[in-house]
């Protein structure tokens, strides 16, 4: 029932900036966190940014003070501002939306393909 919607991905230049957006088909706050995760070809899921219902957020170390995940409560909308790319950013993009009851499984979206090459 409940859907996510990434987009925004897509092909940039080392040192550049892309925002992804993911659209829920229900209110955000309806969940304990949201959060993003990429997977590199070869290498397994990782956690990106996650923000919490209460609005904390917090970040894989390698890269904070270069991603910033962010939410539009009116929109249903979460967001991950990424700057300074590198190409080792490139990876599958994925949005999740984690239920309040962790036994419950989380719901992921498509993916959004994010590239980052000169």
């Known amino acids: 029932q409940v859907q996510l919607v990434e987009s925004g991905g897509g092909l940039v230049q080392p040192g550049g900036s892309l925002r992804l957006s993911c659209a829920a088909s229900e209110n955000i706050f309806s969940f304990r966190a949201m959060a993003w995760y990429r997977q590199a070809p070869g290498k397994q899921r990782e956690q990106v940014a996650t923000?919490?219902?209460?609005?904390?957020?917090n970040y894989a170390a390698s890269l904070k003070g270069r991603f910033t995940i962010s939410r539009s409560n009116a929109e249903n909308t979460v967001y991950l501002q990424m700057n300074s790319l590198k190409p080792e950013d490139t990876a599958v993009y994925y949005c999740t939306a984690i239920p309040f009851v962790l036994t419950s499984p989380s719901l992921w979206g498509q993916g959004t393909q994010v590239t980052v090459s000169s």
């Open positions: 923000i919490i219902r209460g609005g904390s957020t």
